[in-house]
Each structure stands twice: as structure tokens, then as C-alpha cells.
Nanobody, 123 residues
Framework: QVQLVESGGGLVQAGGSLRLSCAASGRTFSNSAMGWFRQAPGKEREFVAAIGTSAGSKYYADSVKGRFTVSRDNGKNTVYLQMNKLTPEDTAVYYC????????????????WGQGTQVTVSS
């Protein structure tokens, strides 16, 4: 069993930055690939970023590539999502997820999910 707790969401103006954190507990964090997903009102959940167990593999959605950076600190059991140059289109609830030992863009691969953190970008 894995527990995931996201933090760092909030309200920011367009062009601003936020850093989301996801603290994990319960099973060996370093053996889990981690993903970030988001869901905007009225839309399906979509992939944002993923990182492999040793951070050697990173994947990004085209919509965030060059603006968002995923990283992890296995010593702190935490994965981060640095979000820069935010736009109103980034407004959503952001979720972190833990899966097997291979990073993937597919949400069905991930077994455990956090409760989500709201990110709102004003124009």
C-alpha cells in the first residue's frame, strides 16, 4: 500500500510558477515510477509528466514540454512538478500517482493516487 499526499497548489497569475510536491509513504518509493496527471472541469484526466525510479527516464505531455519539470528525491520520498510560464489552460486538479518500476504516460499503469491539489491560473 502506498499513500500519496500532494501539496503546493494554489492561485497564480498567468506567466507565474508553482511547484507541486507529492510525498509518498508505505512502500519503497525508490522502486516506484511516478506520474503527474491533471483533470480540468468537464474534461477527462490527462497525462502531464512521469519519471522513472532513478530519474533516468522522464516524459512530458506536449502541452507542458519546456515549461514543466518533473524531479524526485528518493531520500525524501518525494516527487516534484515545477511548473513555469503557467497559462489559464493549466488550471486543473493535479494528481500524483505511483506505479511499477517503469515510467509511462498511461494512467492505467499506476496503482496508487493522491487526493489531488488544485491549481488555478488567472488571466
Amino acid at each position: 500500500q502506498v499513500q500519496l499526499v500532494e501539496s503546493g497548489g494554489g492561485l497564480v497569475q498567468a506567466g507565474g510558477s508553482l511547484r507541486l510536491s507529492c510525498a509518498a509513504s508505505g512502500r519503497t518509493f525508490s522502486n516506484s515510477a511516478m506520474g503527474w496527471f491533471r483533470q480540468a472541469p468537464g474534461k477527462e484526466r490527462e497525462f502531464v509528466a512521469a519519471i522513472g525510479t532513478s530519474a533516468g527516464s522522464k516524459y512530458y505531455a506536449d502541452s507542458v514540454k519546456g515549461r514543466f519539470t518533473v524531479s524526485r528525491d528518493n531520500g525524501k520520498n518525494t516527487v516534484y512538478l515545477q511548473m513555469n510560464k503557467l497559462t489559464p489552460e493549466d488550471t486543473a486538479v493535479y494528481y500524483c500517482a505511483a506505479g511499477g518500476n517503469i515510467a509511462t504516460i498511461y494512467d492505467s499503469w499506476y496503482d496508487y493516487w493522491g487526493q489531488g491539489t488544485q491549481v488555478t491560473v488567472s488571466s
